[in-house]
């Protein structure tokens, strides 16, 4: 397996798994060395709802994983 560096992904929508359980879907429109992202049209989906945030910044330690979204 390859690393995958996320510059391959700016301007793509990104599901990103969280570490407290589901993920937000959004596109990826900035991040730094910590891992924290900017997503554009950020929408949070759980087992019970989904909230649509716009535009969010999430913190590098509360992600578990991040990959192209594919609806």
Known sequence: M????????MG???K???TEGGYI???????????NLTLADGEL???EEKIKFGDIVLRGAAII???EYKE
Do not use: C, N, W
């Not at 390859?2 to 992904?9: C, D, I, N």
């Not at 879907?25 to 891992?35: A, C, N, Q, S």
């Open 16 to 18: 990103v798994t969280l």
């Open 25 to 35: 879907t959004g596109v990826l429109r900035g991040y730094d060395i910590h891992m």
């Open 45 to 47: 989906v759980t087992e």
């Open 65 to 67: 994983a991040i990959t």
């Open 2 to 9: 390859s690393f995958q560096p996320l510059s391959k992904y």
């Open 12 to 14: 793509m929508r990104v």
